[in-house]
């Protein structure tokens, strides 16, 4: 084996460069952002479901109203019936009651209240702080919504 060597440079040069990504962050990661909350979501001190679920789940929600608007004419949201028809997950609705209906663990808001389904006039009217709230998770998650492909962004107050 005359190129032994050439080999082993090689192999060690590819090496190398696939594991320079994770020497370079070397475990650490980016602290997680804090959105900044207007003094209405404040004021409000609610949202259309509980904070984890928002989190997680906001865009699935948004994509659920925005079907169910279009195709189905239903302008809408009632946590409490969804939930009914829906099984939740106890670790992420921990604020949610529990009861047994069927044999089946559901979880309902403990308010019945009704909201209208709205990207721009429901969220956005608590939100508007586009930049400081949208923008700083999105960001963080490397992520690009397409919501602003059919809304108009927010004019943001300072």
């Known amino acids: 084996m005359y190129d032994g060597g050439k080999i082993i440079?090689?192999?060690?040069?590819?090496?190398?460069?696939?594991?320079?990504?994770?020497?370079?962050?070397?475990?650490t990661a980016a602290k997680a952002p804090k959105p900044v909350l207007t003094e209405k979501a404040k004021e409000a001190g609610e949202c259309?479901?509980?904070?984890?679920?928002?989190?997680?789940?906001?865009?699935?929600?948004?994509?659920?109203?925005?079907?169910?608007?279009v195709r189905n004419d239903e302008r809408y949201y009632s946590p409490r019936r969804e939930a009914r028809m829906a099984r939740l997950d106890k670790n992420l609705f921990d604020q949610?009651?529990?009861?047994?209906?069927?044999?089946?663990?559901r979880y309902v808001p403990k308010e019945d209240k009704v909201y209208y389904k709205s990207l721009q006039e429901t969220c956005l009217d608590c939100h508007s702080n586009k930049s400081k709230f949208c923008d700083e998770c999105h960001n963080y998650m490397g992520v690009t919504p397409y919501c602003w492909d059919c809304h108009i962004q927010p004019e943001e107050k300072k």
Do not use: E
């Open 96 to 105: 949610w009651r529990h009861f047994v209906s069927d044999g089946a663990r």
């Open 9 to 27: 440079v090689g192999l060690i040069a590819c090496l190398a460069f696939f594991l320079s990504p994770f020497i370079y962050d070397a475990g």
């Open 48 to 69: 259309v479901n509980s904070t984890p679920y928002m989190k997680a789940w906001h865009m699935h929600l948004l994509d659920t109203w925005r079907h169910t608007v």
